[in-house]
């Protein structure tokens, strides 16, 4: 449910001023069309642009100019593969044209064949290594390969050469918040946020706001989620976040307003349903309750709903229901910890010590830690109260 990526970059074409310069009648061609070909792909003119570029090839069939054009025009379609094609061409024949090179890679990040990339990129870099946008893209590609090392001394380069870099500190947001170090990540935005408060990404304030959600700071992570609705009233990822933000700060009965919200927007949402669900059941309406999870077992089995039904049960004393119920969830998923504790005090309610050992005996067979069931075990083993 998080919203923490941002992998918008700048992308790198043919400026103006590196087309061909008009000699003869054929070079003075080539040159028309190019400069053509490209003014059509700044105004997404595709078609136009591609018939522009293969006229050249007819006149040169392996014209640098014309297959780079052509592999930016498929890479602006999503055709990948296609582009990568016209890449490698001119790369055939251009060995160092980098241009080539950076759309060749791109292809490859974006088929997620992040390795490739870097390979690429770093072709690139031996002949320009202070490039800042390829830089950040290769400190991008490691990351994504969860190479911490190497994409964090790429980012810090780039700030090195420019203290505020938008995608240096938005990718180390990124970095830190992938290897779960919420504290740095929100450091990182946060300063992007200080950079260009006015105009700033509403991902950024999201990913803020997850970043408070992850450290529990549900309170400071409040404000950031509500500036971002401010900017996109039906934003799922600002939605979620004040909804969630309201459920750790236990306040239900606001979090379901937002839960709500989402709902009018995706009414079909299972994870929601069961969120509105949980909300309603820990306020003590029940009743409503029963229909959102209904509603969710409706699209699909979903085992969040199934187990607000059977804590439904337990809430309203109906404790044999509620061991069947859980029985059967642990059935098919036997290492819920979490099954077992609410199987164990159902017993305990009924009166029923021992089979509430027993239960949660049956878990620690299974040669799976978790403090929360031996501190039970131990609980209801010294006669000390359980909840």
Not at 59 to 75: F, P, Q
Not at 102 to 117: E, P, R, T, V
Not at 202 to 221: A, F
Request: hydrophobic share 35%; glycine share 6%.
């Amino acid at each position: 449910m998080d919203s923490t990526e941002n992998d918008v970059l700048p992308s790198m074409e043919f400026p103006m001023a590196d087309l061909p310069k008009e000699e003869d009648g054929t070079s003075k061609e080539i040159s028309e069309l190019s400069k053509r070909g490209y003014l059509l792909l700044k105004e997404g003119r595709n078609e136009d642009a591609e018939e522009a570029f293969k006229q050249i090839l007819g006149i040169e069939s392996n014209n640098n100019y014309a297959l780079v054009g052509l592999g930016d025009s498929e890479r602006k379609q999503y055709h990948y593969r296609e582009a990568i094609d016209y890449y490698s061409r001119c790369l055939a024949y251009h060995p160092g044209n980098n241009y080539a090179l950076f759309g060749l890679a791109d292809c490859y990040k974006a088929l997620n064949q992040y390795h490739k990339a870097i390979e690429i990129w770093e072709q690139y870099l031996v002949h320009d290594d202070r490039n800042i946008t390829v830089l950040t893209r290769v400190a991008d590609a490691y990351r994504k390969i969860h190479d911490f090392k190497k994409s964090k001394q790429l980012y810090l380069q780039v700030l090195d050469m420019e203290e505020n870099n938008a995608y240096a500190l938005i990718g180390l947001g990124h970095l830190h918040y992938d290897f779960k170090e919420y504290k740095d990540a929100l450091y990182y935005w946060t300063r992007m946020l200080e950079v260009n408060p006015a105009n700033v990404d509403i991902r950024v304030l999201t990913s803020i706001g997850n970043c408070h959600r992850k450290l529990k700071t549900y309170e400071d992570g409040l404000p950031y989620f509500q500036q971002a609705l401010e900017k996109d009233p039906k934003n799922f990822y600002a939605l979620f976040g004040i909804a969630d933000c309201y459920r750790g700060l236990n306040q239900q009965f606001r979090s379901v307003e937002y839960w709500n919200k989402i709902l009018e927007i995706d009414p079909n949402n299972k994870v929601i349903l069961t969120r509105a669900g949980d909300a309603y059941r820990n306020t003590g309406d029940y009743k409503t309750a029963v229909e959102y999870y209904n509603r969710a077992m409706d699209i699909d089995f979903d085992i969040y709903a199934a187990l607000g039904l059977a804590l439904i049960c337990k809430g309203e004393g109906k404790y044999e229901e509620a061991v069947s119920r859980l029985q059967s969830l642990i059935r098919n998923d036997p290492k819920n910890h979490r099954l077992y504790i609410d199987l164990a005090d159902s017993y305990l309610k009924m009166n029923q010590k021992q089979k509430a050992l027993e239960a949660l005996q049956e878990f620690q067979k299974q040669g799976i830690r978790s403090q929360a069931i031996n501190e039970m075990v131990e609980k209801i083993s010294s006669n000390r109260p359980v909840f």
